[in-house]
Each structure stands twice: as structure tokens, then as C-alpha cells.
């Protein structure tokens, strides 16, 4: 009888405390998986979602429209560097320093120098060295808080004997911006007749340039802070051509294209046998302003690099095919959207419609015309890429907005002369990211 009544008091204390254990667990919330929010910046580039959209209206995104040669400075050359050339300004996002673009007048036509300015004209520093050659000044850049600037160099080449001919200007050397070659006109070249020493105007004292800035055989990319101190090398691989380079947005680190010096002359020299203009292909890379540099690719694109607002991650494309890399974290990622068949059934829809377009002209145009069969829209099956004249490659990306890449595909010839280049076809389409939910432990 105590056995029994034992054994029934244990099991309703037994029961009693797998009650209490339950209510507990019952204030804290049960563990359950959820679908929790995410934002594009917290997801690996592995792990994003996309919807591709064709067509679209053009970004919304900054034109960088050639800057007006501040007068201040364009006067102190004038007046006190008669025998220099100002060929640019460049001026701040915070308007405090303007930085000259130049040369002096026996340096070769691609080969410029960079001095700091204030804007009301007064030579703050000198950046360049005598030993060194700013090349590419379309793509000299100011980090978007102003705090520094970035240029490309190399070690100065020896400049050419001046031709007897009057009027001769010399020839450039490698550009990768083909649609603006940084040979000046004939008017712009710096006077070669030379005239007596009493008609010479008297030069004001400059400071003296920079020593001691190490250079290289190819072109490097080079910062500086702001006033013009500092100047240092951020890449330093001999024999690598640098171009095409874009601050990240909290201006942390660039992202910039790159190729062998051996690979760009045979490249152009290919094109320049078929009478066209090379634009020129490289490998992305990351490099921070400290000097670490990672290479994200080992394929070779013309299509400019681009961050995301966040900076986190990095854009560029190659053929039809968008790829997003990580550009922070230990474990970096990288995502490979390939769009070859959207683009082509877009591109068949692009060019159905504009068919449709032509023929709806031409009947109005001639009312007694044969009308034309309407195209079948209900295709199953890929069309041949041949019979579609609006099916090119990806030539530009910009992310505008977190969730939004922008890419535009066009069909674009550059030639040797610039009047017989073709650009046709652009048209902008987009992806709409978004990241996949991860599981989470709601209590």
C-alpha cells in the first residue's frame, strides 16, 4: 500500500514539473524559425537574389561634365609660368583646393605635372616630381569626402629633340580614354619660337618640387592628401598598367582595372592594324589607400568598375554577364549572374516592337500597301543571336541605389578616326537585388 501511494506521489510531482518547465518555456517563446529581414549590405555577394528588368529609363546618376579652367589659377600660369601649360583643372567636392593639371615646355604631350591650388589661385604645393610623368589625367579623382586625391604615374621618359618644323605637335602615348586623347591642338602647344630675353616676362618663385617619390617603368596609381603632402604609391607592380580607377564611396579603398604593359601594346597594336581605336581591357582589383591590393578577377573587361553606395561590394560585367564581388570582410565572395538569355529574348521582344514600329510608318505612309504579317511574339526556343541587331554586350554599369544595378548594352566601334566611330543600339536595363533571408532564433 506504500508502494503504491508512493508511486502516485511521484508521478504527479513528475507531472508538476514538466508543467512548470512548459510554462517557462512559455515565457521565454518558444525557439522557431523565421524569415528575417535583410539589407543588400549585410549579404554576401553569393548569396543575393536578382530580378532581371529590360528596357528601362536610363539612372539617375552624376554626369562628370569637363570643368572650366579655374581663372585664378589659369592667371597665376599666365603671369608667373609663362613657359608652362595649363591643360585642366580639377577642383575639390569641398572646394577648397583645386588641382592643376600641366605641363612644362619640353615635356611630351601625354606626360602632365600636378600642382595644389587654392582656389583663389595661390600655388599651395607642388605634387609631382621632376622624375615623374602624370599620365591619364581624364581619370585623376578626388576621394568623395576630399580628403585625398589619386593619379596615375610613371618614371618620366626623355623628352624628344624638337623638330625643325614649325607647328610639328607630338605624338601621344597610351590613353585609355580613346574619346579624349590628351594631345593638345596645334594652338595649345607651347610657343617654339623663343623670344628675346628682354620681351620674356619675369617668372614668380615656385617651390620646388618633390624628391624622393619612388617611380616605375609603367603607370602606378598614386595618392595624396588633399594639400599636396604625402604623396605615395598605392600600387607597386612593376610592368602593371593602372587605369580605370574609382573611389569607393566612404573613400576607403579604389577599385581599378589592370593589365601588363606587354599585353596593352599588343592589344593596340592588333587594333591599330585594323585602322581602329583599342579600349583598353584589365583585371579587376581592390586597392585600399594603406597599399593592400586584392585581384577579384582573372578575366579581362573594358566595362569601368563601380561600388555600392555602402562600399561593401564592387560591380563590373563581362560580355553578358554581371558579376558582384565583395569588398570587405575575411571571407570575401563573389556572384556570377550570367544573362545571356534574358538579353536575348529581350533583344527578340526590342526587336519585334521596333519592326512593328517601322511597319505601322510605312502603312501610314503608303495606304496601298501590302499589309505585312504580324510577327509570331509566342516563340519556345532561344533565337539565334545573328538575326538580332539589338543583342550586344554589356558596356556599362552604375549602381545608383542598393538594390538597383543599372547595366547598358550597346554595340560600340572605335576607330582611329573619330568620326567613322559607331555607337548604336544602347539600351539600359536593370537588376532588382534583393538578399536571401537567413534563419534566425526569435525569444
Same mark, same amino acid.
Given at each position: 500500500?506504500?508502494t503504491?501511494n508512493?508511486r502516485?506521489?511521484?508521478?504527479?510531482?513528475?507531472?508538476?514539473?514538466v508543467?512548470?518547465?512548459?510554462?517557462?518555456?512559455?515565457?521565454?517563446?518558444?525557439a522557431?524559425?523565421?524569415?528575417?529581414?535583410?539589407?543588400?549590405?549585410?549579404?554576401?555577394?553569393?548569396?543575393?537574389?536578382?530580378r532581371?528588368?529590360?528596357?528601362?529609363?536610363?539612372?539617375?546618376?552624376?554626369?562628370?561634365?569637363?570643368?572650366?579652367?579655374?581663372?585664378?589659377?589659369?592667371?597665376?600660369?599666365?603671369?608667373?609660368?609663362?613657359?608652362e601649360?595649363?591643360?585642366?583643372?580639377?577642383t575639390?567636392?569641398?572646394?577648397?583646393?583645386?588641382?592643376?593639371?600641366?605641363?612644362?615646355?619640353e615635356d611630351?604631350?601625354?606626360?602632365?605635372?600636378?600642382?595644389?591650388?587654392?582656389?583663389?589661385?595661390?600655388?599651395?604645393?607642388?605634387?609631382?616630381?621632376?622624375?615623374?610623368?602624370?599620365?591619364f589625367?581624364?581619370?585623376? $579623382?578626388?576621394?568623395?569626402?576630399?580628403?585625398?586625391?589619386? *593619379?596615375?604615374?610613371?618614371?618620366?621618359?626623355? @623628352? !624628344?629633340?624638337?623638330?625643325?618644323s614649325?607647328?610639328?605637335?607630338?605624338?601621344? +602615348?597610351?590613353?585609355?580614354?580613346?574619346?579624349?586623347?590628351?594631345? @593638345?591642338?596645334?594652338?595649345?602647344?607651347?610657343?617654339?619660337?623663343?623670344?628675346?630675353?628682354?620681351?620674356?616676362?619675369?617668372?614668380?618663385?615656385?617651390?620646388?618640387?618633390?624628391?624622393?617619390?619612388?617611380t *616605375?617603368?609603367?603607370?602606378?596609381?598614386?595618392?595624396?592628401?588633399?594639400?599636396?603632402?604625402?604623396?605615395?604609391?598605392?600600387?607597386?607592380t612593376?610592368?602593371?598598367?593602372?587605369?580605370y580607377?574609382?573611389?569607393?564611396?566612404?573613400?576607403?579603398?579604389?577599385?581599378?582595372?589592370?593589365?601588363?604593359?606587354?599585353?596593352?601594346?599588343?592589344f593596340?597594336?592588333? @587594333? @591599330?592594324?585594323?585602322?581602329?581605336?583599342?579600349?583598353?581591357?584589365?583585371?579587376?582589383?581592390?586597392?585600399?589607400?594603406?597599399?593592400?591590393?586584392?585581384r577579384?578577377?582573372?578575366?579581362l573587361?573594358?566595362?569601368?568598375p563601380v *561600388?555600392?553606395?555602402?562600399?561593401?561590394?564592387?560591380? $563590373?560585367?563581362?560580355?553578358t554577364?554581371?558579376?558582384?564581388?565583395?569588398a570587405?570582410?575575411?571571407?570575401?565572395t563573389?556572384?556570377?549572374?550570367?544573362?545571356?538569355?534574358?538579353?536575348l529574348?529581350?533583344?527578340?521582344?526590342?526587336?519585334r516592337?521596333?519592326?512593328?514600329?517601322?511597319?505601322?510608318?510605312?502603312?501610314?505612309?503608303n495606304?496601298?500597301?501590302?499589309?505585312?504579317?504580324? !510577327?509570331?511574339? +509566342?516563340?519556345t526556343?532561344?533565337?539565334?543571336?545573328?538575326?538580332?541587331?539589338?543583342?550586344?554586350?554589356?558596356v556599362q554599369?552604375?549602381?545608383?541605389q542598393?538594390?538597383l544595378?543599372?547595366?547598358?548594352?550597346? *554595340?560600340?566601334?572605335?576607330?582611329?578616326n573619330?568620326?567613322?566611330?559607331?555607337?548604336?543600339f544602347?539600351?539600359?536595363?536593370?537588376?532588382?537585388?534583393?538578399?536571401?533571408p537567413?534563419?534566425?532564433?526569435?525569444?
Amino acid at each position: 500500500m506504500r508502494t503504491s501511494n508512493f508511486r502516485a506521489f511521484r508521478n504527479k510531482a513528475l507531472a508538476a514539473f514538466v508543467g512548470l518547465s512548459a510554462l517557462a518555456a512559455g515565457c521565454g517563446g518558444p525557439a522557431k524559425t523565421d524569415q528575417a529581414a535583410v539589407s543588400i549590405a549585410d549579404v554576401p555577394a553569393v548569396r543575393l537574389n536578382y530580378r532581371y528588368e529590360a528596357d528601362v529609363p536610363a539612372p539617375q546618376v552624376p554626369v562628370s561634365a569637363a570643368e572650366e579652367k579655374n581663372a585664378a589659377v589659369q592667371a597665376d600660369f599666365d603671369q608667373n609660368r609663362p613657359q608652362e601649360f595649363l591643360d585642366r583643372t580639377i577642383t575639390s567636392p569641398d572646394k577648397k583646393y583645386v588641382l592643376a593639371v600641366y605641363r612644362a615646355g619640353e615635356d611630351r604631350a601625354s606626360e602632365y605635372r600636378l600642382d595644389v591650388y587654392s582656389p583663389e589661385g595661390k600655388l599651395v604645393r607642388k605634387v609631382s616630381s621632376d622624375s615623374m610623368a602624370v599620365h591619364f589625367p581624364d581619370s585623376i $579623382t578626388w576621394s568623395p569626402n576630399s580628403l585625398k586625391f589619386a *593619379f596615375s604615374a610613371m618614371t618620366r621618359g626623355v @623628352a !624628344p629633340t624638337p623638330t625643325p618644323s614649325p607647328g610639328a605637335s607630338p605624338t601621344s +602615348s597610351r590613353s585609355p580614354h580613346p574619346e579624349a586623347s590628351p594631345t @593638345a591642338s596645334p594652338a595649345d602647344q607651347p610657343a617654339e619660337a623663343t623670344p628675346s630675353p628682354e620681351a620674356q616676362p619675369v617668372a614668380g618663385t615656385t617651390p620646388e618640387a618633390p624628391k624622393g617619390i619612388l617611380t *616605375f617603368g609603367t603607370e602606378q596609381i598614386y595618392i595624396s592628401e588633399n594639400d599636396g603632402t604625402g604623396v605615395k604609391p598605392i600600387t607597386q607592380t612593376e610592368g602593371l598598367i593602372y587605369f580605370y580607377y574609382a573611389w569607393a564611396p566612404d573613400s576607403s579603398m579604389l577599385a581599378a582595372l589592370a593589365i601588363t604593359s606587354r599585353e596593352w601594346e599588343y592589344f593596340d597594336g592588333m @587594333a @591599330a592594324l585594323k585602322g581602329e581605336s583599342w579600349t583598353p581591357v584589365g583585371r579587376l582589383r581592390t586597392v585600399e589607400t594603406n597599399g593592400r591590393e586584392r585581384r577579384l578577377d582573372d578575366n579581362l573587361t573594358a566595362v569601368r568598375p563601380v *561600388f555600392s553606395l555602402d562600399s561593401t561590394k564592387v560591380a $563590373t560585367a563581362f560580355d553578358t554577364q554581371i558579376r558582384i564581388y565583395d569588398a570587405v570582410g575575411t571571407s570575401p565572395t563573389q556572384a556570377a549572374i550570367p544573362l545571356r538569355n534574358q538579353l536575348l529574348l529581350s533583344s527578340q521582344a526590342f526587336d519585334r516592337e521596333q519592326q512593328l514600329k517601322l511597319q505601322g510608318q510605312d502603312t501610314n505612309t503608303n495606304a496601298n500597301a501590302a499589309p505585312t504579317p504580324t !510577327p509570331d511574339l +509566342s516563340a519556345t526556343t532561344l533565337p539565334d543571336p545573328k538575326t538580332l541587331v539589338s543583342f550586344n554586350p554589356i558596356v556599362q554599369v552604375e549602381w545608383p541605389q542598393p538594390e538597383l544595378v543599372y547595366f547598358r548594352t550597346a *554595340f560600340v566601334k572605335r576607330m582611329q578616326n573619330e568620326a567613322d566611330s559607331v555607337t548604336s543600339f544602347a539600351r539600359w536595363h536593370r537588376l532588382v537585388l534583393s538578399g536571401q533571408p537567413t534563419a534566425t532564433q526569435q525569444k
